[in-house]
């Protein structure tokens, strides 16, 4: 299995401009998760999705902020406009169902300049 | 919401030697706890999970225990090597609301 897949990898760009970062999660997998990593506040939960739902998306800091699940094998997070203190490690997770062990992708990088 | 409080923040051991880390929950209603280790600059991955209806359990040179009176649960790795050095972060969630709350991670660092 492929595991969680994002891009991009790394992403710089400067204040005001739209970020869409992608996921696709592991096949098979029923529930998607969005998270953000800083060093001042950690891991935080963003949103998730079960069946391409969105379920919970209490985490999301501000309208400026937007996720989408079109299918069960894509899914995007969008910053727009992007500030810089957007700036974090972004990474998506996957998992089978309930109860079961999320897996991460290896992350998005962002850089807001 | 469910609140995970994680120490200590850094643990420093000697090759060898044992590493405990420690985590409190404040939700009774959590029933599902997993660990994570981040490598530098990876993506965190899962190393052992416990659920409630258990009070402990092992891999290898790794094993976690769970204290549901007390609400906290602890990661036990024995025999470190320097591979074990990274950050290690607890979790929790309940079977109603998948959302895991994260603990605050613990960087370890073994010395050879």
């Known amino acids: 299995d492929a595991g969680v897949i994002q891009s991009p990898r790394h992403e710089v760009t400067e204040m005001g401009q739209e970020v869409t970062l992608r996921c696709k999660p592991i096949?098979?997998?029923?529930?998607l998760f969005w998270y953000r990593q800083t060093m001042m506040r950690g891991l935080e939960l963003l949103i998730y999705f079960n069946n391409n739902v969105p379920i919970d998306d209490s985490g999301m800091p501000e309208d400026r902020f937007s996720a989408k699940m079109p299918n069960a094998s894509f899914s995007t997070l969008k910053i727009q406009p992007s500030e810089p203190r957007d700036s974090a490690v972004y990474f998506c997770?996957?998992?089978?169902?309930?109860?079961?062990?999320?897996?991460f992708g290896d992350g998005t990088r962002l850089s807001i300049l | 919401g469910e609140n995970v409080e994680q120490h200590p923040s850094t643990l420093s051991v000697q090759e060898g030697d044992s590493a405990v880390i420690k985590c409190t929950y404040s939700?009774?209603?959590?029933?599902?706890f997993p660990w994570y280790k981040q490598e530098l600059g990876k993506r965190p991955q899962l190393i052992i999970d416990?659920?409630?209806?258990?009070g402990e359990k092992k891999d290898q040179r790794i094993a976690v225990t769970l204290n549901k009176t007390a609400k906290h649960f602890s990661l036990h790795i024995t025999e470190t090597q320097p591979e074990d050095s990274a950050v290690y972060f607890c979790a929790a969630s309940r079977s109603n609301d998948y959302k895991l709350s994260f603990g605050a991670g613990t960087t370890v660092t073994v010395r050879a």
């Open positions: 416990i659920r409630s209806n258990v």
């Open positions: 939700d009774s209603a959590s029933n599902y």
């Open positions: 997770a996957s998992s089978f169902s309930q109860g079961q062990p999320q897996h």
């Open positions: 096949s098979g997998h029923d529930y």
